[in-house]
Nanobody
Framework: QVELVESGGGLVQAGGSLRLSCATS????????MAWYRQAPGKQRELVAH???????NYADSVKGRFTISRDYAKNTMSLQMNSLKLEDTAVYYC????????????WGQGTQVTVSS
């Protein structure tokens, strides 16, 4: 049974920091590219950051320079360090795992709320 469990969300003032974590089980972690998505009210889910099986990271322009994605192969976890948070970062953040091959395996966590206040 595959599980992706996010933690670390909460309420933070603009300019503050939060660190999200995604604990995985039931997958061969090193075989999966990992990503963080977010969905704000009334908006589509969008890709925030992505990290390959080899550890190469990419970011949405809106978070570049403020967010850092990382993965720990020993603990089968992924993290997102979010600094200089803005009001527009308010959203539900989702952890995603994708094996990037056929047959494709794509998994989601349940999401964690991040609210940035003024």
């Amino acid at each position: 049974q595959v599980e992706l469990v996010e933690s670390g969300g909460g309420l933070v003032q603009a300019g503050g920091s939060l660190r999200l974590s995604c604990a995985t089980s039931g997958i061969v972690f090193s075989d999966y590219a990992m990503a963080w998505y977010r969905q704000a009210p009334g908006k589509q889910r969008e890709l925030v950051a992505h990290i390959t099986t080899g550890g190469s990271a990419n970011y949405a322009d809106s978070v570049k320079g403020r967010f850092t994605i990382s993965r720990d192969y020993a603990k089968n976890t992924m993290s997102l360090q979010m600094n200089s948070l803005k009001l527009e970062d308010t959203a539900v953040y989702y952890c995603n795992a994708n094996n990037g091959r056929f047959p494709n395996r794509n998994y989601w966590g349940q999401g964690t709320q991040v609210t940035v206040s003024s």
